[in-house]
């Protein structure tokens, strides 16, 4: 049974370009997770959301940042016209329906905008 | 706001050593308290959790006790490997949004045969 899935593992942007970043949760899962980790911080949650909904995006920026999970399909992050301090590692996690708390995450994507 | 604070590293170690990583934690009512251990190149994996007071959870050998009277979770082993070699994080959930998890920084530990 695959765990959850990242990809690219590493990426690197200049500055003002497109960051996508995805993620195939578990199988059977249906909500899915994106945390950020900055250097030298703990992970900060970003986003919660379902298929074809955004359950929760406090943690989010307001902008350049957004996020979404399909119908069929990875969920996607997105960040528009990076700029340095999106340098970070982001990680996406899963969780069957109705065990919220027990989340599995995948290995992450590490941002790195020149 | 909710907030976790656990011990800086990197911690090192010899095989056999006996292991403290200290968290302690801030959090609006009676949250649930998770450590999370990730390995060289792979994602963070649920290592043990506790959902209320004086309740211990334990996994590997791995064990740490949900103290509310001093608002710590403290992860204890008696005798490490040099395959426990990972950072360790810290983490909780709570109120409504219990899908919201709060970390700690993270503890690098290092053991050596």
């Known amino acids: 049974n695959a765990g959850v899935m990242q990809n690219p593992r590493h990426l690197v942007r200049r500055r003002g370009q497109e960051a996508r970043l995805r993620c195939s949760p578990m199988?059977?899962?249906?909500?899915v997770y994106w945390y950020r980790q900055l250097p030298e911080e703990g992970l900060k949650f970003m986003v919660y959301l379902q298929k074809e909904n955004i359950i929760d995006e406090s943690g989010m920026p307001k902008e350049r940042f957004s996020a979404e999970f399909p119908k069929e399909g990875p969920s996607i992050l997105r960040i528009q016209q990076v700029v340095r301090g999106d340098s970070a590692a982001y990680f996406c996690?899963?969780?069957?329906?109705?065990?919220?708390?027990?989340?599995?995450f995948g290995p992450g994507t590490r941002l790195l905008v020149l | 706001g909710d907030s976790v604070t656990q011990m800086e590293g990197p911690v090192t170690l010899s095989e056999e050593a006996f292991l403290t990583i200290n968290c302690t934690y801030t959090a609006t009512g009676y949250p649930s308290l998770f450590w999370y251990v990730q390995y060289p190149g792979e994602g963070l994996q649920l290592l043990l959790k506790?959902?209320?007071?004086?309740d211990k959870g334990s996994n590997k050998g791995f064990e740490a006790t949900y103290r509310k009277e001093t608002t710590s979770f403290h992860l204890e082993k008696g005798s490490v490997q040099v395959s426990d070699s990972a950072v360790y994080f810290c983490a909780l959930s709570s109120g409504g949004s219990n899908y919201k998890l709060t970390f700690g920084k993270g503890t690098l530990l290092t053991v050596n045969p």
């Open positions: 996690a899963s969780s069957p329906e109705r065990r919220q708390e027990t989340q599995y």
């Open positions: 506790a959902t209320k007071a004086d």
């Open positions: 199988k059977g899962h249906s909500h």
